[in-house]
């Protein structure tokens, strides 16, 4: 749990005793809490009263910040994706040490498991774009995942709404019809982006984060001089090499 919640108590006693039913072996509930706070207070058991009689149902809690050492030194491994949420003021170079714990992990599905959540929690505390930046060569080994796949449809949405957004505050700024041609830009430059996309990918399979966020980062007649260029693109390296470069010689050309 991120914070205490009293109501969620009931809930996991009737978790444990289902469990207890069905596996037919005890079960034990253990709340572990993943932010710093002040839990002296918080209830450790659940009780349930009528006329005079009473069940209880007590739970053992883990404060995991007082076992940051044992993260550190690999004893509890299976914590450190949380790592982030247990400082008051976490510092991005702490992804690093991240990095260095996860690759010692034998196992590669429990260091896969790990790191997927790792990027999900740091996203959680960092954001997107430093998180990815830290993470460029992770990722990839990750991006054909159905989670990493939803984070870009993701992303495309977002900047599809932002887009709009922006264009009706700067309608507000310069005038309405003003606002209204800024949104109906963006809402093209994302509908461009969309299908663009859609088209490299069939072409060359999964794009790389850089390169995503490349494309997003170009306007409607970069898009629109990529496509027509796109015949000419035959792998995946001269994309990438055409956006280092090849992105610039419209501006030559006009000039």
């Known amino acids: 749990m ?41 209830p450790d058991s659940f009780e349930n009263s009528v006329r005079g009689l009473s069940n209880q149902f007590k739970l053992q809690k883990i404060l995991l910040w007082e076992h940051l050492h044992r993260i550190l030194n690999g004893e509890l491994k299976e914590f450190l994706p949380f790592l982030s949420l247990l400082y008051e003021q976490p510092d ?20 896969a ?30 991006k054909d995942t159905s989670l990493v796949q939803g984070w870009i449809t993701e992303g495309r949405q977002e900047g599809w ?4 957004k922006e264009g009706w505050q700067e309608g507000q700024k310069e005038g309405w019809q003003e606002g209204q041609k800024q949104g109906q830009k963006e809402g093209q430059k994302e509908g461009k982006l969309v299908v663009l996309e859609s088209i490299l990918i069939q072409k060359f399979g999964a794009l790389t984060p850089s390169v995503l966020l490349k494309l997003q980062s170009l306007s409607n ?20 090499a055409w956006l280092a470069n090849g992105v610039d010689d419209g501006a030559k050309k006009k000039n």
């Open 92 to 111: 991005p170079s702490l992804m690093d040490e991240q990095k260095n714990l996860l690759s010692r992990i034998a196992d590669p599905k429990l260091r």
């Open 113 to 142: 498991d790990l790191l997927t959540t790792t990027i999900i929690v740091n996203i959680r505390t960092f954001g997107r774009e430093v998180v990815l930046a830290k993470f460029v060569k992770e990722f990839n080994m990750l």
């Open 221 to 240: 007649e970069q898009l629109d001089r990529l496509t027509l260029t796109l015949l000419n693109i035959a792998s995946h390296e001269e994309l990438q």
């Open 161 to 164: 709404q932002e887009g709009q």
């Open 2 to 42: 991120l914070q205490p919640d009293a109501s969620a108590l009931p809930i996991f006693a009737l978790k444990a005793l289902g469990h207890q039913y069905l596996l037919n072996k005890p079960t034990l509930v253990v709340i572990v809490y993943l932010t710093r706070g002040d839990y002296a207070t918080f």
